[in-house]
């Protein structure tokens, strides 16, 4: 299926994308980061996954998340009736469970399952048994177990699990698959209707605290209950994605694992939630970061793990086809890595919104935020990967110094204001010296814009943060230039490349799609700059391309006019959430740099 007709359910310790055909095709179980056991998104059926639909081959299907939740019902028409399948995962269940309801809404439908499970990532047929009990079947491979319960009579088919039933109106089905590690006693029986009500009280009563009142609430709060989903509950750290090797090209070689959490993302989502209400996501936001990030600083990583995890290898999985045929399929990331200057300000940045919000005492950190300061002294003149994580040739990115500066300049500002212990002079020297550098060496006169790295003509979209972050001024006629460039150069569509790829710049073959994050950065530019129409319009433009249930992936094709990229992604959420606020005035394109 096409990545917009998968949908996200959750437990804030895993997640699974289900089809509109009502299959599950992708789930990593217990964690994030955990071996997949449906890996049918990046293969075939035959790398597992579960199916519950009618026999019909052609129903018509409509699906909504139940209000403000993450339940999903889909809805099922075919000419003898209809039926919805309601799909969550367990809030509270002492074992990670996915629970589908079937229930009869009108007439009587023939509906069928199918479930094959293949542990390790697609590959590892378990050996399935039934439970003493009669309740339903184990399947057990090496460390893992999952047993799926249900009244529904279970028959094995050609190393698959099969049932056919009807249902009628009124009537309803359960199906619960519990996980478990395979040494421990079997999951214990779900009672799926408590597990339905306490799963839906959680959701709405998170999202009642929800404080954004904007006109654009539901698209915000939608964004909200997703980045909510993909945060690993135990610690506080938010996944890029539950996936990995979406291609960011179709049919492309662009595919990496997103199921760590970017530094990259550290201010952008403290204010998000901040902004709308969450003051408790944020605080623990800030001790992950905190934690993860200590140590030695030149051992500083770009991301980390769902704990903080530092080794995140990279490997090629040889027996899934890929997404569509989109080889390789990645897990693990070499861009952990590399280096970034760019993460030092987003670092530094985030703690430094966190003690103007009051998130911890003002001292906190600021040991190693000295230490940080000190290492990038050493360092902010060297070439990095940028950004973007580029495999080619590391650059003189503008943007990684831009960043430099913001490490600076918030560092220096919290010294003066809250009378912290630093060599003040010698960082404001610093900090003045960045910033000449930039603009000296960043900027091109020919182009009237700032450019990718210094020297090169080529532009970058990450460039429409100078503004943001407080680097220059939104009148300033460089930034409207950097804008009209980037218009002239870079918009496809009327939505925003990061960066031309056919340049060779990151070693790896041309061609991705617009990325939805750079986009929503534009309208904040237009916000910013008094365009206010033109940034409504690109807005709502880019709101209509969420798919039915409201989720984003990180990139969209204009040609193919269908989503790219790991899906769904919290960097396209969380700008998404940015220019709402930004257009409703209180969002970060206004605050990020205030006092």
Not at 440 to 467: M, Y
């Amino acid at each position: 299926m096409r990545i917009e007709d998968y949908a996200l359910i959750g437990d804030c310790r895993s997640a699974a994308l289900v089809g509109r055909n009502g299959s599950i095709d992708w789930l990593c179980w217990p964690r994030f980061d955990s071996d997949a056991c449906f890996a049918a998104l990046l293969g075939t059926s035959e790398n597992g996954r579960w199916q519950i639909c009618p026999v019909d081959p052609a129903p018509r299907v409509t699906r909504v998340y139940a209000g403000d939740t993450m339940i999903l019902e889909t809805q099922f028409e075919t000419a003898e009736g209809s039926v919805n399948v309601i799909d969550f995962m367990s809030i509270g269940s002492p074992d990670p469970s996915i629970i589908r309801l079937v229930k009869g809404v009108r007439g009587k439908v023939a509906m069928c399952m199918h479930l094959i499970l293949r542990f390790d990532y697609g590959t590892t047929v378990p050996w399935v048994t039934q439970l003493e009990d009669g309740s339903g079947l184990s399947a057990i491979a090496g460390p893992t177990r999952v047993v799926l319960r249900t009244p529904i009579a279970l028959r094995g088919e050609s190393f698959a699990t099969v049932a056919a039933f009807e249902i009628r109106e009124g009537e309803c089905v359960p199906f619960v698959l519990s996980h478990k590690a395979s040494h421990l006693s079997p999951p214990v029986a779900v009672n799926w209707r408590a597990a339905f009500d306490e799963t839906e009280a959680f959701w709405l009563n998170w999202a009642s605290r929800c404080t954004y009142v904007g006109r654009r609430r539901e698209s915000v709060l939608r964004s909200l209950l997703t980045l909510k989903a993909l945060t690993y509950g135990e610690t506080g750290g938010i996944v890029a994605a539950p996936t990995t090797s979406l291609p960011e090209c179709l049919g492309g070689e662009r595919n990496w694992d997103y199921r760590f959490c970017w530094l990259r993302d550290a201010t952008m989502t403290l204010m998000a939630l901040l902004s709308a209400g969450y003051r408790d996501e944020a605080e623990a936001w800030r001790a992950w970061l905190q934690r993860s990030v200590a140590g030695h600083p030149d051992q500083l990583q770009i991301m980390y793990g769902l704990s903080g995890e530092r080794r995140l290898s990279e490997w090629e999985v040889p027996w899934l086809p890929g997404y569509q045929g989109a080889a390789p399929v990645r897990i693990g990331n070499a861009a952990s890595a590399q280096l970034q200057l760019d993460v030092y300000g987003e670092l530094i940045d985030a703690v430094f919104q966190a003690r103007k919000q009051g998130l911890a005492p003002v001292a906190s950190a600021w040991a190693l935020q000295e230490t940080l300061v000190e290492h990038l002294e050493k360092i902010w003149q060297d070439p990095d990967d940028g950004i973007w994580e580029v495999r080619g040739p590391r650059q003189q990115f503008t943007f990684s110094k831009v960043m430099a500066w913001v490490a600076l300049d918030r560092s220096v500002r919290d010294a003066e204001r809250f009378e912290l212990q630093a060599p003040l002079e010698r960082w404001r020297q610093l900090r003045d010296r960045i910033h000449a550098t930039v603009c000296e060496q960043g900027f091109d006169p020919g182009k009237n814009a700032f450019t990718q790295s210094f020297g090169s003509p080529e532009l970058d979209a990450s460039l429409l943060l100078i503004p943001v972050v407080g680097f220059l001024p939104p009148d300033d006629p460089r930034i409207s230039g950097t804008v009209a460039a980037i218009e002239k150069e870079l918009m496809v569509d009327g939505l925003v490349l990061r960066y031309r790829t056919k340049t060779g710049i990151d070693g790896l073959p041309p061609g991705e799609g617009v990325f939805l994050p750079c986009s929503f950065w534009l309208a904040d530019n237009y916000s910013l700059l008094k365009r206010d129409r033109e940034a409504e319009i690109l807005f709502d433009r880019l709101l209509s391309l969420r798919n039915d249930v409201g989720l984003l992936s990180e990139e969209y094709d204009p040609q193919a006019r269908r989503l790219a990229g790991n899906f769904p992604q919290a960097f396209s959420h969380l700008a998404l959430i940015g220019t709402a606020l930004n257009l409703h005035d209180v969002g970060p394109a206004t605050q990020r740099a205030a006092e």
